[in-house]
């Protein structure tokens, strides 16, 4: 499929997915060689085998079958008495190779009320003749003075919200921007993605690693974040360091071609380890660890191909060393300090030297390169990571709230440096700075 018919199935997803009736499709997809009758089935089984998954796995499906595959598609749904749905996506796509920069256009009902998605740049509408919807195009001077109005041709304008930076921003640029597929992933699925979390908080006396009191409330938080956030959430609890990976491989080998996203949040300890791209190791309740950069790679294109292209989130709360920073001096715009009123503990553990040494240059270069990953580390590699045993970690607390505020109006790095600034601010004599590393190539807006 051409990018042009990709862009404009995408911008045309929600109407497809709420409208599209998929049952008296499958025999016109077939008998129009658009799917196998495997793919059929691997539809039909989709998420929870519902009309909505099943419509939305098949719109996804259909950008990977050809050039031809939405003409064909639409001539499918004249087939089935969907002319409705035909016409909509035959006139946008005529409108489209006229202008590529066209969008959608504008129904308007017998009433003149907006019916459909209201995103134009082109002056596209709809009027009424004979009791049917046929297309006319107007030009810019034989429009009614009601007509040229903006808001007859997009959305009501959102008024400028503060976002407590000292002023206000436009919330139209940040639409803008989620709507652009070249510049922001695409989160319109429900659920988004998967989020597993894994909580490790009770530790085998062999393993030497004390209790981490306080991690269950980090975990609750969490687990009610991401569900606000679209996400199925799924916790699993003091797991050994084999566990973990069978965990983490159960998740990367399931179905994750209809969403849009993964999230992996681990809570437990962790120290230094010998790695070739991401620092750092967890610990499983075994006492065992697992290299942080062996975590991601059960993610990447060769074991995960249903998360290719698509956003890989990895939220990490533990030490990364035994490193303890006890900051230095700087004046601070309020005097209060910021950490909790109790001594917080660290999730850190003595360094291990893996059997690999890092500076195997030529080994690091013949690994592929990593792309839609985002590691958020809680602390610095090397450093220890503050928990407080009543009302759970630094990191977790601060990304929750930041979370709560802002994930309406900003993107994920943004947050994330929302997060950094907040922690580093905590403490007095204990001070702690996370950091990430991101190999995303586009902005993430979490759907809110």
Known sequence: MDEADRRLLRRCRVRLV?????????????????????????????????????????????????????????SCLEDTGQDTLALFLRTSRQAVSRDPEALVPVVLGPTGSKTE????????????????????VLGPEELTPAQRRPEVLRPELPRPVDIGSGGFRDVCAQERLRGNTD????????????????????FCPAS?????????????????????????????????????????????????????????VILSHGCQASHLQFPGAIYGTD?????????????NGTHCPGLGGKPKLFFIQACGGEQRDHGFEVTLSSPEDRGSSSDPEPDAAPFQEGARSSDQLDAMSSLPTPSDILVSYSTFPGFVSWRDVKSGSWYIETLDGVLEQWAHSEDLQSLLLRVANAVAERGVYNKQIPGCFNFLRKKLFFKT
């Open 117 to 136: 998605e209201p995103r134009v740049t082109k002056r596209d509408l709809w009027q009424p003749a004979q009791g049917e919807l046929t297309p006319m």
């Open 287 to 299: 006492g065992c660890s697992v290299s942080v950069e062996r975590i991601v790679n059960i993610f």
């Open 18 to 74: 709420g409208e599209l009736q998929v049952a008296s499709l499958w025999d016109a997809l077939l008998n129009r060689e658009l799917f196998t009758p495997d793919m059929i089935e691997d539809i039909q089984h989709a998420g929870s085998g519902s009309r909505r998954d099943q419509a939305r796995q098949l719109v996804t499906d259909l950008e990977t079958r050809g050039k031809q595959a939405l003409p064909l598609f639409i």
């Open 208 to 264: 030497r690693l004390s209790l981490r009191t306080g991690s269950n409330v980090d975990c609750e938080k969490l687990q009610h974040r991401f569900r606000q956030l679209h996400f199925s959430v799924e916790v699993k609890c003091d797991l050994s360091a084999k566990q973990m990976v069978q965990a983490l491989t159960e998740l990367a080998q399931r179905d994750h071609r209809a969403l849009d996203c993964c999230v992996v």
């Open 183 to 202: 510049l922001a992933y695409v989160m319109d699925a429900d659920p988004c993605g998967y989020c597993l979390i894994v909580n490790n908080v009770n």
